[in-house]
Nanobody
């Protein structure tokens, strides 16, 4: 089993920045891909960004150029740096992890965190 714990969410004004962190523990050596999903009220959960152990990244079109995903393998931690935040970025952000990059990108990672709220509002 792998446990994922997110931190770093909160309230920020439009145009501001936040950095989310996700610390993994347990059988972390089995994990190849990690990523972030988000779900806004009344909307479907969507992929935000993903990264593999080799450093390959994927981003949703809506966040390209504003968000950056990174991974510290030594600390079993994945980060999401969010800049130029917009009200439409408001959502619960979930950290995810799995053995398969393709399954993670398709919305089927093996592990999910509890989620952290990000609210962008003036």
């Amino acid at each position: 089993q792998v446990q994922l714990v997110e931190s770093g969410g909160g309230l920020v004004q439009p145009g501001g920045s936040l950095r989310l962190s996700c610390a993994g523990s347990g059988r972390i050596s089995s994990i190849y891909a990690m990523g972030w999903y988000r779900q806004a009220p009344g909307k479907q959960r969507e992929l935000v960004a993903a990264i593999t152990g080799g450093g390959t990244t994927n981003y949703a079109d809506s966040v390209k150029g504003r968000f950056t995903i990174s991974r510290d393998g030594g600390k079993n931690t994945v980060y999401l740096q969010m800049n130029s935040l917009k009200p439409e970025d408001t959502a619960v952000y979930y950290c995810t992890a799995g053995e398969s990059r393709s399954l993670l990108l398709q919305g089927h990672p093996t592990y999910w965190g509890q989620g952290t709220q990000v609210t962008v509002s003036s």
